[in-house]
């Protein structure tokens, strides 16, 4: 996007000094919040781990999916360069995360950064959108419990690349320069599944799978519940984010696991801010936005509601009150 076009993009008003301030970047409050986060997904893990063979194997299992599948917000943070200030923290960081969940980090990168120039923008975002319009009643409330098109996306898009084959997707937004860099990530991916699968073979033992490839699928849900609040319902093809996007108030313990990624208008219009400085954000600006949804439950009923009336009109989209809408 070039700059012209970025400036066509609604901004609300806000000190220069205090953006500056928030969008500073932190290894100490990096470490702390993402170091916390794998305390816990380690911790879950040695405790389902341990649960093997007990009546208490599904619960532990269950949990510690559930805490797996926040990778994702962290991976999205550190697909944005602004978790830590030492680039080489958010390069180790991102390949963990990336490993983990078998996105490729050049490919998603890219792909996430067509979503930030041009969200919910017909034909060019490709992330924006988990439901249909129509939507299809029975199969996107499966992916939205498993993410099973992600899923399939994301291990063809590493097929196809680790054999030299650009994808359809990756030719709009990744640059050329970036595709070698893009195939050899991908046979590292490759190499990475292959090997948990073999050794769960060779090992006669469920284990790597059940720790690293299955909560890929089944530990997605809450994610998903909170991620899919982010844009769903709302306009299409207009440059205002807070058109576009929602921002629902959670509690302490689920804005820690997501990142604070429920502040996300805030996010779409300034990305630079690390997501630990997101409510500050919030807080300086919220009178210039629309009023956030209160809860999960309260952002889930306008969505509910929204998806009814589009299985009828799939033109129609929820206008959020705003007080002005600037040009």
Same mark, same amino acid.
Not at 158 to 184: C, D, W
Not at 306 to 322: A, G, S
């Given at each position: 996007?070039?700059?012209?076009?970025?400036?066509?993009?609604?901004?609300?008003?806000?000190?220069?000094?205090?953006?500056?301030?928030?969008? $500073?970047?932190?290894?100490?409050? @990096?470490?702390?919040?993402?170091?916390?986060?794998?305390?816990? %997904?380690? %911790?879950?893990?040695?405790? !389902?781990?341990?649960?093997?063979?007990?009546?208490?194997?599904?619960?532990?299992?269950?949990?510690?999916?559930?805490?797996?599948?926040?990778? +994702? !917000? &962290?991976?999205?943070?550190?697909?944005?360069?602004?978790?830590?200030?030492?680039?080489?923290?958010?390069?180790? @960081?991102?390949?963990?995360?990336?490993?983990?969940?078998?996105?490729?980090? *050049?490919?998603?990168?890219?792909?996430?950064?067509?979503?930030? /120039?041009?969200?919910?923008?017909? @034909?060019?975002?490709?992330?924006?959108?988990?439901?249909? $319009?129509? =939507?299809?009643?029975?199969?996107?409330?499966?992916?939205?419990?498993?993410?099973?098109?992600?899923?399939?996306?994301?291990?063809?898009?590493?097929?196809?690349?680790?054999?030299?084959?650009?994808?359809? /997707?990756?030719?709009?937004?990744?640059?050329?320069?970036?595709?070698?860099?893009?195939?050899?990530?991908?046979?590292?991916?490759?190499?990475?599944?292959?090997?948990?699968?073999?050794?769960?073979? *060779? #090992?006669?033992?469920?284990?790597?799978?059940?720790?690293?490839?299955?909560?890929?699928?089944?530990? @997605?849900?809450?994610? +998903?519940?909170?991620? &899919?609040?982010?844009?769903?319902?709302?306009?299409? +093809?207009?440059?205002?984010?807070?058109?576009?996007? $929602?921002?629902?108030?959670?509690?302490?313990?689920?804005?820690?696991?997501?990142? +604070?990624?429920?502040?996300?208008?805030?996010?779409? #219009?300034?990305?630079?801010?690390?997501?630990?400085?997101?409510?500050?954000?919030?807080?300086?600006?919220?009178?210039?936005?629309?009023?956030? &949804?209160?809860?999960?439950?309260?952002?889930?009923?306008?969505?509910?509601?929204?998806?009814?009336?589009?299985?009828?009109?799939?033109?129609?989209?929820?206008? =959020?009150? *705003?007080?002005?809408?600037?040009?």
């Amino acid at each position: 996007m070039d700059k012209e076009e970025k400036n066509n993009w609604y901004k609300p008003e806000i000190s220069e000094a205090l953006l500056k301030e928030i969008s $500073r970047k932190s290894d100490y409050k @990096g470490l702390m919040r993402l170091g916390s986060y794998f305390f816990i %997904l380690l %911790l879950c893990g040695y405790i !389902a781990f341990l649960s093997i063979n007990t009546v208490y194997v599904v619960p532990c299992f269950l949990l510690y999916g559930i805490v797996f599948g926040f990778l +994702n !917000a &962290a991976h999205h943070e550190l697909m944005h360069k602004s978790v830590f200030k030492s680039t080489w923290l958010n390069k180790t @960081g991102l390949w963990m995360t990336s490993l983990l969940l078998g996105h490729e980090q *050049i490919y998603n990168y890219y792909s996430h950064l067509q979503h930030h /120039n041009f969200t919910m923008i017909e @034909g060019k975002d490709i992330e924006g959108r988990p439901f249909h $319009r129509p =939507p299809q009643i029975l199969t996107d409330p499966i992916d939205h419990l498993i993410k099973y098109r992600d899923s399939y996306h994301y291990s063809k898009t590493i097929l196809f690349h680790s054999f030299g084959t650009i994808t359809e /997707n990756a030719q709009l937004f990744v640059p050329k320069t970036k595709y070698n860099e893009m195939r050899m990530n991908a046979k590292i991916h490759l190499l990475f599944n292959c090997s948990i699968i073999v050794s769960s073979f *060779i #090992l006669s033992t469920w284990i790597p799978l059940l720790l690293v490839i299955f909560p890929r699928y089944y530990g @997605g849900l809450l994610h +998903n519940f909170c991620s &899919a609040t982010q844009h769903t319902g709302l306009a299409s +093809n207009v440059k205002d984010h807070r058109l576009n996007s $929602r921002t629902v108030l959670i509690g302490p313990v689920l804005r820690f696991l997501y990142f +604070n990624m429920n502040y996300h208008i805030e996010h779409h #219009l300034y990305p630079s801010v690390p997501f630990y400085s997101l409510e500050i954000l919030h807080l300086e600006i919220k009178n210039q936005l629309p009023k956030p &949804a209160s809860s999960l439950k309260d952002a889930w009923i306008e969505i509910i509601d929204c998806l009814k009336i589009q299985m009828k009109n799939p033109d129609y989209f929820i206008q =959020p009150v *705003i007080k002005e809408i600037r040009g």
